[in-house]
């Protein structure tokens, strides 16, 4: 089987079970969403090379109480370690500097706050208002999966610039701005079927899910690198790991959810 189809089929299952879990009910949704931060920090923990329990301990005690009372202050104090956290791996990326990592505590601390607080974000996604909207959650996966198409599409055939080339040879400034443009087309879409916001919300929306997304896609990539590793896992034939699939959208949730949530 060639690479492309591997990749197409693999991709297709993937698609198919996120949408299933979304539409079915909440628990299948936090039940995926929590089954694929398993592998995630396996993935992720085998990459910085961290042994032990700790990861999959504190994710379980983490979502369970965050579960319970989803309006406590903690969220907000989560929710605010996670988007310094995730601007501080912004900074290491624009500033080409190597992001370390010493010792077992360290290692744990980047797990959770990277890895482990993101996911709580995008099981908490959907849960606006008090209420499971499985519409706002595929709204955002949509906005996700266009971007990432069409910044391939153009970058592939019109890509000249390079956006990263120390971290990601392949993505261009082209292919950004591609995926920017049809991200944004999408959020305007999406707006005239779905009421939950406004035009200009859900475009901001799609603005913070294509730009953090990238930086989010980068970010892993230069873990990567530091680990010299081509992907994070090979559960998904032709794309990589679980981490490799979700690293737009598990940097973009966090962000995503302060807007919806605390600035509209």
């Known amino acids: 089987m060639s690479n492309l189809l591997k990749r197409s089929f693999s991709g297709v299952i993937y698609v198919l079970i996120f949408l299933s879990a979304i539409l079915f009910s909440k628990e299948s949704y936090i039940i995926l969403i929590s089954l694929f931060s398993i592998v995630a920090i396996w993935e992720f923990s085998k990459m910085i090379d961290l042994k032990g329990l700790i990861g999959y301990i504190f994710f379980g005690l983490t979502l369970f109480f965050i579960l319970k009372r989803p309006q406590s202050y903690a969220v907000f104090i989560i929710l605010g370690i996670t988007i310094i956290s995730s601007s501080f791996l912004i900074y290491k990326l624009l500033a080409k500097k190597e992001i370390s990592f010493s010792d077992d505590r360290s290692k744990s601390g980047l797990l959770i706050r990277y890895v482990i607080f993101s996911m709580i974000f995008l099981v908490l996604l959907p849960i606006y208002k008090g209420n499971y909207n499985p519409n706002l959650m595929i709204a955002i996966l949509v906005m996700i999966w266009v971007n990432d198409s069409f910044a391939f599409l153009v970058g592939k055939n019109f890509g ?105």
Not at 191 to 219: H, K, M, Q, Y
Not at 224 to 232: H, L, V
């Open 160 to 264: 000249k610039r390079k956006l990263f080339v120390s971290v990601s040879p392949k993505k261009t400034v082209e292919g950004f701005l591609g995926g920017l443009a049809f991200a944004l087309l999408a959020g305007y879409i999406i707006s005239r079927f779905n009421n939950d916001f406004t035009i200009f919300n859900w475009l901001i929306i799609a603005f913070i899910v294509s730009v953090i997304g990238t930086i989010g896609d980068l970010v892993e990539s230069k873990f990567k690198r530091q680990a010299n590793i081509k992907d994070s896992g090979n559960i998904m034939p032709g794309h990589g790991g679980i981490l490799d699939r979700l690293d737009s959208l598990l940097f973009a949730a966090p962000f995503v959810y302060l807007y919806i949530n605390f600035i509209i």
